[in-house]
């Protein structure tokens, strides 16, 4: 029987919960906002854990900068794809404070996340375009300048090995470092994406209203 009643009632965010995800063996429970936070709680006791803000805007420039670069060194190669820049998201390169960052400055709602079984958080901000790794303890680790590649939904493999996301294309991507393994483009959107027990099966839902698997 289900209680009807919540267990407990955790706070912290000021605007619309977009996605939550937990992990029973690390204790914890995530959540991500419109406004642009993660929250970490105890999920045994919704004791508050941790904050987890990036200043998006720093790495929109940076992102934006190596795009910029990229393409003028490439300009006359026909076969290099610049719809996706990886870096690593070096911290010491950020020097404005995050106190004066934060004022007036936008927010990026992040609005799908993962949690590992190390305890790693994979989100994905839609505003930004930006696919981020963070440790456990909120370090940023990697991010993904996703172009135009919309990401809809995100699933991650039994062995916590590979990121599946599913938009505009679907991308298999290795959850320690988020580069591509492996991408395939529909005759029409991804609109969702589920796995069957042990991973035999891979099922994708289409905006053409197709289940293909």
Do not use: W
Request: net charge negative; with cysteine.
């Amino acid at each position: 029987r289900i209680n009807p009643f919540p267990t407990m009632v955790l706070r912290g965010h000021e605007d619309e919960i977009l996605s939550i995800d937990s992990n029973i063996d690390l204790d914890i429970v995530v959540s991500s906002s419109k406004d642009g936070t993660i929250l970490v709680h105890s999920l045994s006791t919704g004791e508050y854990i941790r904050t987890i803000q990036y200043p998006f805007e720093l790495i929109i420039d940076s992102s934006n900068k190596n795009h910029h670069n990229n393409s003028n060194n490439n300009n006359n190669n026909d076969n290099n794809n610049d719809d996706e820049i990886p870096f690593t998201c070096d911290t010491s390169n950020f020097i404005h404070s995050i106190s004066n960052y934060y004022v007036d400055k936008p927010i990026y709602s992040i609005d799908i996340l993962l949690i590992l079984s190390n305890g790693n958080i994979i989100c994905y901000s839609k505003q930004a375009h930006l696919l981020l790794l963070f440790s456990i303890n909120g370090k940023p680790l990697y991010c993904i300048n996703t172009g135009c590649e919309f990401i809809n939904t995100m699933i991650i493999s039994s062995d916590n090995k590979y990121l599946i996301t599913g938009g505009e294309e679907l991308v298999i991507r290795y959850t320690h470092n988020l580069e591509v393994y492996f991408n395939y483009k529909f005759s029409s959107s991804i609109s969702s994406l589920a796995f069957s027990n042990n991973d035999q099966y891979l099922f994708i839902g289409l905006t053409s209203c197709k289940l293909i698997i």
